[in-house]
Structure formats: structure tokens, C-alpha cells
């Protein structure tokens, strides 16, 4: 049994890490559809507080009406008492006057109830409105900072990419450079040994040597020319 707890714990523990790496993953995304349904219930309480006040309005309506009626059925009691002879009338239009008076109480109570909860549904309106543009605000702070983010890691990237490149093309450049190097110490090894094969070495040591005439020279030919002229 301790096994299967373990195991079933492990996977609880692996779904809860694999759950809050989505939510991380998706934080702003959460977070603006958060703020769209905060912003809903804001205009919801908002038509609420609007049908309040209308029923406050409609209930301060009938209760100035009947206030009006009372103050109209007490004018009619006075003047019933002044005649004398109208005491049983007198009665029961006091009678209405008295409920009306309790109606009165009763709805005034009822009013001021709906007066306090209207002060109370504009208070909590006005924060959920601050509440919302300050957060409002804060995403958009946090997306640009993502997206900036974004760039940077890109641009990060990039320049790795970039710089692993130019180290391949550095390698690269210096393979050719050595095989060019390479090439040339070929080319001059093979004109040494084309030359140390052929008559030119043994000429050129002849030559020197006075055994082989050198090259004529500008000087032999000027000499020939002027030897005629001075034994003549």
C-alpha cells in the first residue's frame, strides 16, 4: 500500500508541476482573460447598481405620494374635528393616516437600506475601476517587457549562431591559407629539383668555374667594337 501512495503522490506531484509549467507558460494570456472577466463583472455590477437606484427612485416616488396623501387625509381629519358631528368619519380616516404612517416608517427604513448599498456598490465600483486600469496598465507593462525579452533572447541566439559561424569560417580560411602554403613549398621544391637535374646547375658552376663562357655582356660588345679603331 505504501508504494501505491507513493506512486499516486508521484503522479499528483508530476501533473502539479506539469499543470504550473502551463500556467507559467500561458501566465499573460491568463492573466489578460482574468482582467477581461474582471472587466465584465465590473459592467455587470455596474447595470446592478443602475437598477438599484431606479427601484430607490421608484420607492422614494410612492413614498413621497403617500406622504402627500397622509398630510391630504390629516388636513380632512382637522376639519372633520372642527365640525363636531364627525367623530366616527374623523375616526376612521385616522385610522387610514396611522397605516399610511406605518407604511411611511417602513419604506423610509427600506429606502435608507438601498441608499447605504448604492453608496456601497459606487465605492467598491470606483476601486474595481482603479483596480483595473492600474492592472490594465501592468500588463501591458509585462507584455512589453516579454516581447523585449523575446528580442534579447533572439538576438542572443543569433550571435551564438553567429559566432559559431565565423569560428567554422575562421577554421575554414585557415585550411585554405595552409594548403595554399602547402602549395607553394611544392611549387619551389619542384623548380629546385628541375634545376638541380637538368645542365643548368652544371652550366652555372662551369661558368663559374671560367671553364664555359658567361653570357655575352654590353661591355664584350663595346670592347670588340672598339679594337678595330685603335689599330687603325
Known amino acids: 500500500m505504501a508504494i501505491i501512495d507513493k506512486l499516486i503522490t508521484l503522479v499528483r506531484g508530476t501533473a502539479t508541476e506539469a499543470g504550473q509549467t502551463i500556467i507559467d507558460r500561458n501566465a499573460i494570456t ?30 422614494s416616488d410612492k413614498l413621497d ?4 396623501k397622509a398630510d391630504e387625509l ?35 427604513t427600506t429606502i435608507a437600506g438601498m441608499d447605504a448599498n448604492i453608496d456601497r456598490l459606487h465605492g467598491s465600483i470606483r476601486q474595481a475601476e482603479s483596480t483595473i486600469e492600474h492592472l490594465s496598465r501592468q500588463i501591458d507593462t509585462v ?32 585550411r585554405i591559407q595552409e594548403q595554399q602554403r602547402l602549395k607553394d613549398a611544392q611549387l619551389d621544391a619542384a623548380k629546385e629539383l628541375e634545376a638541380s637535374s637538368g645542365d643548368g646547375d652544371l652550366e652555372k658552376r662551369l661558368q663559374a668555374a671560367g671553364v664555359v663562357a658567361t653570357d655575352t655582356a654590353a661591355a664584350d660588345v663595346l670592347a670588340r667594337f672598339s679594337k678595330p679603331a685603335a689599330s687603325a
Open 30 to 59: 491568463i492573466l489578460e482573460q482574468e482582467t477581461r472577466d474582471s472587466k465584465a463583472a465590473l459592467e455587470q455590477s455596474k447595470v446592478d447598481l443602475t437598477k438599484l437606484m431606479a427601484e430607490r427612485k421608484l420607492a
Open 74 to 108: 390629516g388636513t380632512s381629519i382637522q376639519k372633520l374635528v372642527a365640525k363636531g358631528d364627525q367623530q366616527a368619519l374623523a375616526l376612521e380616516v385616522a385610522g387610514k393616516v396611522a397605516s399610511l404612517e406605518n407604511e411611511i416608517k417602513a419604506d423610509s
Open 143 to 174: 507584455k512589453a517587457t516579454a516581447s523585449v525579452q523575446r528580442a534579447q533572447e533572439a538576438i542572443a541566439s543569433r550571435t551564438s549562431g553567429s559566432n559559431a559561424k565565423l569560428r567554422t569560417a575562421m577554421d575554414s580560411l585557415d
Open 65 to 68: 405620494a403617500k406622504k402627500a
